[in-house]
């Protein structure tokens, strides 16, 4: 009777790794808000002021996207490399993941660009 059933379990395993799949080549058509609610509020808290659930437990606390004068001063390349290559790259705290093996270039953009609407500027020039 159970080996009935064992194609559709293996009809279900393989949609459910065909869809992970999908997602970590970056084909998710995920907003940036939506990626940054998934990836970022941990930490950066969901609405960008910095105060995440793990923020409480870390000796650096992660950067307030809300704060415009600080992040009106950084350019988005700048935001790009933070997140691509982690704080490190930019001289800041090692507990900025570094986030390009997960993410890819357009995502990383939508991301850049929910930073700008919490923060509510452009990039001084
Ligand atoms: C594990 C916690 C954690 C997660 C998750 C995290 N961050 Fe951070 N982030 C930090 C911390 C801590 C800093 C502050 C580093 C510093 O000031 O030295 C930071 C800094 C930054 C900065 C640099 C700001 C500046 O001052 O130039 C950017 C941009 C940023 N995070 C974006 C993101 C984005 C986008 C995500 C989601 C894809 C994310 N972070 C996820 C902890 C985190």
Not at 96 to 121: K, Q, S, Y
């Amino acid at each position: 009777m159970i080996l009935r059933y064992v194609p559709v379990y293996v009809l279900l395993l393989a949609s459910v790794f065909g869809a992970q799949t999908a997602q970590s080549a970056g084909e998710s058509d995920a907003s940036g808000e939506e990626l940054y609610h998934a990836y970022c509020s941990g930490c950066h808290g969901i609405e960008g002021d910095g105060f995440g659930v793990n923020s409480y437990d870390l000796d650096v606390a992660p950067r307030d996207h809300t704060d415009t004068d600080e992040m009106s001063a950084r350019t988005d390349d700048d935001l790009i490399k933070a997140i691509t290559e982690g704080g490190k790259a930019v001289n800041k705290s090692v507990l900025m993941p570094a986030w390009g093996e997960n993410l890819d270039d357009d995502e990383i953009r939508l991301l850049v660009a929910h930073l700008r609407e919490l923060c509510c500027t452009e990039a001084e020039q």
